[in-house]
């Protein structure tokens, strides 16, 4: 990586941004000028890189003429209002809140779509669930005939944002000091409890998460018509998101081969049969999915079933985005 950029990230003081900066200086991302950018309400914070404290400004105000690329990794409405303004600079821009129609790429699984991206880029890093799945199940498409994905997604308190977690914190500590629980972010109790519905459901009962997962996780294995079902539970842990996964396949499924498979690909920690990994005990601060308790349905060799657990700010979100930063400048923006 010999080309040094300017690069802005939007969004700089979320759990998402501030990982990201790190993730930048972890891997020794070419970058010459770094500009952190938020709302009003955040602008005069610091967010520490390479030794130093850079201060963040309002993005309003913000030039991007000035940068090459631009991590947009604040709430979709700012990817919205701002995004156009970006790529109009020829600025590149890499989305994770969702909000633009692009391409949505995981590295481990469709890499391939980058080449064929216009100047400037945008591109998108999709939700950590999708990462994540993705991560996963790309290295089973060759060996197996999916026909139906069938997932419950277990979320943790930071998929929500700093506010959620310091809910569940503040809950916590209600419940052990015996005082009055007011639920504030939620509508009900989080601690110690499982909330079935993530989000304000539509009319069929399906809320905004589980849809954008099914459509993002379709593209990112270049499957449109698979049929997939999810349910998104909010867990009362604060970071780590785990998946129950359920694959129907069109044959019996070999677990040699989907081991051997898992165990070879990029970005996956395949646990041993005696054992199965956990968010907090493996996933959390570390840069792949885990993948345990591999085996068939009860009574059905055609059926695959798994679990999964990753950190779902660090390798789900931020690391995402800049490992495709990383492909992207292989070529001039």
Known sequence: MSQSLDIAVIGATGTVGETLVQILEERDF???NLHLLASSESAGQSVPFRGKNVRVREVDEFDFAKVQLAFF???P?????????ATAAGCAVIDLSGALPVPQVVPEANPGILSGLGKPVQVGSPSASATALAVALAPLKGLLEIRQVSLT???AMSSQGREAVSELARQTAELLNMR??????????????????VGKPDAQGHVPLEKRLVNELRELLEAPLLKISVTC???PVFFGDSYSV???AAADVDLQAVNEALEAAAGIELVDADDYPTAVGDAVGQDVVYVGRVRHGVDDPAQLNLW???DNVRKGAALNAVQLAELLIKDPL
């Open 233 to 235: 539970v909010q867990a």
């Open 77 to 85: 409405a700012v990817t919205l209002s701002f995004a156009p303004r």
């Open 30 to 32: 070419p970058v010459a």
């Open 180 to 197: 009055p629980l007011e639920p504030r972010v939620f509508d009900r109790q989080v601690a110690f409890n499982l909330l079935a519905q």
């Open 73 to 75: 990794a604040a709430g």
């Open 308 to 310: 999964l657990t990753t």
């Open 153 to 155: 997604a277990c979320l």
């Open 246 to 248: 359920s694959l129907q």
